[in-house]
């Protein structure tokens, strides 16, 4: 009964270095999401996906990229890592938007 | 897009006082969540409450859709509480959109 699974679940990066975070659900949802949380900013939608193939960008895109090509899975990438995108990064799921979305434990990136 | 706001930005108690956590929302939402973030970073769904109320031990939450608000009550608080409350609402693009927290700190 894992839900929603980050990978991983700490790094740090050099400027300009490129990463991959992993987030894996097990609930069968259509919908997940990718956000950040940086102090006293809450939690900004980076990009989204509502279903295998789909990708659509959220509220802080710029110097992100994602993948959905299983449903099960929706990676994000970083091609070359800035100071700015040190942050803690949050998948959730839900099965569809106006169902309850589930956060996975997040990864805490930094980048020096 | 939708707005989210959340007050008190802060709150500090004395362990067993009880408080109310406010949301209140600039549209019309098909969906609305109350999250505890424990002091570890963990998001804790607490309340899926798009409408009406709910109760679960010690806290219950009310969302009044039509003049976009909700509110999450907490009981003779405990230590544990402490963290920050979120609320999450999503409207005609169905995506979750964020407050930005209540930091509750409760003192024993």
């Known amino acids: 009964n894992a839900g929603v699974t980050q990978t991983p679940k700490f790094r740090v990066l050099k400027t300009g270095q490129s990463m991959t975070l992993l987030c894996a659900q097990d609930m069968n949802h259509e919908y997940m999401y990718w956000y950040r949380q940086d102090p006293g900013m809450g939690l900004r939608l980076i990009h989204y996906s509502v279903g295998e193939g789909t990708t659509a960008k959220g509220e802080v895109p710029d110097g992100y990229n994602v993948s959905r090509l299983k449903k099960q899975n929706f990676l994000l990438g970083l091609e070359s890592a800035a100071p700015s995108q040190t942050s803690v990064y949050f998948c959730a799921s839900s099965h569809t938007g106006a169902t309850e979305a589930f956060f996975g434990q997040g990864t805490r990136l930094t980048v020096v | ?108």
């Open chain 2, 1 to 108: 897009g939708i707005q989210v706001e959340q007050s008190p930005p802060d709150l500090i108690l004395q362990e067993g006082a009880n408080s109310t956590l406010r949301c209140n929302f600039s549209d019309s939402v098909n969906n609305l969540q109350w999250f505890h973030q424990n002091p570890w970073g963990q998001l804790i769904n607490l309340f899926y409450i798009p409408s009406g109320t709910k109760q679960n031990g010690r806290l219950s939450a009310t969302t009044v859709a039509t003049e976009r608000y909700s509110l999450l009550y907490i009981s003779s608080s405990q230590t544990t509480d402490s963290g920050v409350y979120f609320c999450a609402v999503s409207g005609g693009s169905y995506i979750p959109t964020f407050g930005r927290g209540t930091s509750l700190i409760v003192h024993p």
